[in-house]
């Protein structure tokens, strides 16, 4: 049932304040500010790596996540596309643990890959919607998703929700290696209790994205950019738009920009750059320059900071809340899906069975 909306994809972005928020008390005591206990196969103390596999919107979620084991746990992660992961015959140390990430939990390439790392002898974990699937009975362990069923083909509530746990085992994997103080993780732990309530703030751009939307639909190709954890995000957002609105659009990591796809820039190219202010923020910013040196159409998503520092004259400036680092993908992650929504409503294609698509990708 759609409820009030015209389209399932709607009405899923629209949930995901309420499935994030149901996903994350999973994991944590909001009130407690504190963990909630988790069977474990393997010690993230006791880790060498951890190994990712996924597809799709699935595998930019493991990609984000590839920067936040990293960067809070110091955990070194390899990530690959299951489909590629299954057949490079991947050399895979004790001392490695593997967590695969799907909606569905039937997806052949990630099941494969499950089960290479299985036949290797290590330790397997999943982050899956739905309890009952392959994915989730072949597991050591199951981090489950709450984001209900998601009926759109196209990802959305999946997605942050996959974000949502991956955060928090990341934060937990610090916790647990020793790389962060006592008063980071309490700071980490207030931060993913926000990410509901700034999702749901996220969604209040509803209008001012329509009209960006109304922008998107008149042209061919766009162009998504970001760095860092916004990197996995641009391809996500353009993933998101191609799928739905079948307009060509290709995320890029912004400092890769000069390394070829410059070359597209002209007046009749938009640039989606996400960033919001962080430590790279100037960076993007100069990337920006270049972007609208050749008179490219920038539309900006930042914060508040950002709008006001981004020393470039952007077409459109979409304005979110301020956003702790570690849930920014979160939040950034609303307004990318409602932008490929409202463009796919005024090109008018099948929002929620995009032609060719299908939910469950059993076959490879
Ligand atoms: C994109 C999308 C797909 C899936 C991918 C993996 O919007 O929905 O890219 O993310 O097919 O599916 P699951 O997560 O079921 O393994």
Excluded at 278 to 305: H, P, W, Y
Aim: glycine residues 6%; proline residues 5%.
């Amino acid at each position: 049932d759609k409820g009030n909306h015209r389209h399932f994809m709607e009405k899923e972005i629209h949930e995901q304040p309420e499935v994030i928020s149901h996903t994350l008390a999973h994991y944590l005591d909001f009130a407690g500010g504190s963990w909630r206990p988790l069977d474990m196969p393997f010690d993230f103390a006791k880790l060498d790596r951890l190994t990712i596999s996924a597809c799709g919107t699935a595998y930019l979620a493991g990609l984000i996540g590839k920067y936040w084991f990293e960067r809070l746990a110091r955990l070194p992660v390899d990530i690959d596309i299951a489909s590629e992961f299954r057949y490079r015959d991947i050399p895979l140390a004790k001392g490695a643990a593997a967590l695969f990430v799907s909606q569905s939990g039937e997806t052949a390439d990630t099941l494969a890959s499950l089960r290479y790392c299985r036949k290797a002898g290590i330790s397997v974990a999943s982050v899956v919607n739905v309890r009952e699937s392959t994915m989730a009975r072949e597991s050591d362990v199951v981090f489950p998703t709450f984001a209900g069923p998601e009926i759109g083909v196209a990802s959305t509530k999946a997605f942050t929700c996959q974000l949502a746990v991956i955060a928090s085992l990341a934060a937990r994997a610090a916790a647990a290696r020793g790389t962060i103080t006592r008063e980071e993780e309490k700071a980490l732990i207030r931060q993913l209790c926000d990410a509901p309530r700034l999702a749901g703030q996220a969604l209040e751009l509803q209008r001012h994205i329509e009209k960006v939307a109304h922008e998107l639909a008149q042209v061919r190709h766009v162009l998504y950019l970001g760095r860092d954890t916004n990197y996995p995000l641009a391809m996500e957002g353009a993933l998101k738009l191609k799928e739905v609105s079948y307009i060509h659009a290709e995320g890029y990591a912004a400092g890769e920009l000069k390394h070829g796809p410059i070359a597209l820039i002209d007046e009749t190219m938009p640039v989606i750059v996400v960033a919001p202010h962080n430590r790279v923020f100037e960076k993007t910013v100069s990337n920006m320059q270049e972007v609208a040196a050749r008179g490219g159409k920038i539309i900006l998503i930042t914060d508040g900071k950002g709008a006001a520092q981004a020393s470039v004259k952007a077409f459109e400036t979409i304005v979110l809340p301020d956003t702790p680092d570690l849930i920014a993908p979160i939040v950034y992650a609303l307004p990318l899906q409602m932008l490929a929504y409202f463009t796919a409503v005024f090109m008018g294609t099948d929002v929620d069975q995009p032609r060719n698509l299908a939910k469950s990708v059993t076959v490879e």
